[in-house]
């Protein structure tokens, strides 16, 4: 070693999951290598996860942590992601504080008991969001044993937003419009913040159990945010996802479809690191109004999956080219993997994405 460098030149270039493509990305670097993964990766567009989920319940399938660790592992051997996304469910930490939900097939997340009035909420806010924790070590147990498989390459654990939680909690199943969630907002304010508030502790306590098991980043769902106006996003559902990300210490991902109008927002004044953006808002335009302290994530528009490859080769270099003008872009679909995706296009996506990077 010549006398002049220091230990800090001379060190081996840090390595391990912080140091990844993605991480890097998120806390906004350049990175030479552009990366990318898919929400929804694992799942039924693979024929190797049909097989393994036969017989088993999808919440079952979440708490048993060898097979949610295989299930998550399956797509980053298959298509040489980015990243993992963890195999759970956003109503996961609602079964672990003891509400009675199943996931019907096709369809989604089902309540037993709809929480629709005030007492109904009063009752559920009773719960300690605490219990959750404490029920979580199945998925810790899940996290390590994929955090152990994949060496350098991050986990991302995640978390459904309050809003988006509440739009099933409170109308008992899917909706289109999440009216009766956003009726509670205005008819009864009390009852909804009290809700919103719990969900946000909940979502933080399984958040903690990724990363406290070792998951290198994070990303907050808010599917459904879409349905609210800019004044409601403000007054009843921003705070409450803020407090469901802070304190969390990984990178910071927040994600929402058909949020245009609320994209400012949706950094949360610098508690996301970065915007997930959907299929309708070119990158550019949403790099334009997120401003230069904000990594961009997306924004594959799902449809063109089933295009021909030279309509989706193009659209994809139009997705990168267009993610250049933001401080950092993170390759991904506008919203998630359609379980009838041919999933040999997305394995072509990836490798597409890294030969145009390189
Ligand atoms: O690969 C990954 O992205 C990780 C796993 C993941 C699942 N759900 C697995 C899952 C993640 C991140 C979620 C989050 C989730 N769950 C969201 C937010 C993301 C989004 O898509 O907007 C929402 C809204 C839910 C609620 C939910 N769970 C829905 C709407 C469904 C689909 C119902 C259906 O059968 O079409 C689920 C079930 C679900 N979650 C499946 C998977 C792989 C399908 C279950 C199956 O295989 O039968």
Redesign the pocket.
């Known amino acids: 070693m010549p006398p002049s460098s220091s230990v800090v030149d001379s060190a081996p270039a840090p390595a391990g999951p912080s140091a990844s493509a993605l991480v890097r990305a998120i806390r906004g670097e350049r990175t030479d290598r552009l990366p990318v993964w898919?929400?929804?990766?694992?799942?039924?567009s693979l024929p190797e996860?049909r097989e393994l989920?036969v017989g088993t319940h999808?919440l079952d399938a979440c708490l048993t942590p060898e097979l949610a660790a295989e299930i998550t592992l399956q797509?980053v051997r298959r298509h040489g992601v980015d990243a993992g996304?963890?195999?759970?469910?956003?109503?996961v930490p609602l079964r672990l504080a003891g509400i009675a939900v199943e996931?019907?097939?096709?369809?989604?997340?089902v309540f037993t008991d709809p929480v629709r009035t005030a007492s109904d909420v009063a009752k559920i806010v009773a719960v300690d969001p605490e219990q959750v924790a404490a029920a979580a070590q199945p998925i810790r147990d899940a996290v390590r044993i994929v955090v152990g498989e994949l060496g350098d390459l991050p986990l991302i654990g995640?978390a459904?937003a309050p809003f988006?939680l509440a739009a099933?909690l409170v109308e008992g199943g899917?909706s289109k419009e999440h009216l009766r969630a956003r009726a509670m907002m205005h008819a009864d304010p009390e009852s909804w913040h009290a809700l919103a508030g719990w969900l946000a502790r909940v979502s933080h306590a399984f958040l903690r159990a990724q990363t406290d098991a070792g998951a290198s980043a994070v990303q907050l769902?808010d599917?459904?945010a879409g349905s609210l106006s800019v004044a409601d996003y403000r007054a009843f559902v921003a705070p409450h996802s803020r407090a469901a990300l802070a304190g969390i210490d990984t990178p910071r991902i927040h994600f929402g479809?058909g949020t245009a109008h609320l994209l400012r927002d949706m950094r949360l004044d610098g508690t996301a690191d970065a915007v997930g953006v959907d299929w309708r808002t070119p990158l550019d335009e949403a790099a334009a109004v997120l401003g230069p302290d904000i990594t961009v994530q997306g924004n594959i528009d799902p449809a063109l999956l089933h295009a021909p490859w030279h309509v989706v080769e193009a659209h994809v270099r139009d997705v990168i080219a267009r993610g250049a003008s933001a401080r950092a872009h993170i390759l991904n679909l506008g919203?998630?993997v359609p379980?009838d995706t041919d999933p040999d296009v997305l394995t072509r996506i990836v490798a597409l994405a890294h030969e145009v990077s390189a």
């Open positions: 898919f929400m929804r990766q694992a799942g039924r996860y989920r999808m797509p996304i963890f195999f759970s469910d956003i109503v996931i019907e097939p096709g369809r989604g997340p995640f459904g988006t099933y899917p769902f599917s459904w479809v919203h998630g379980p």
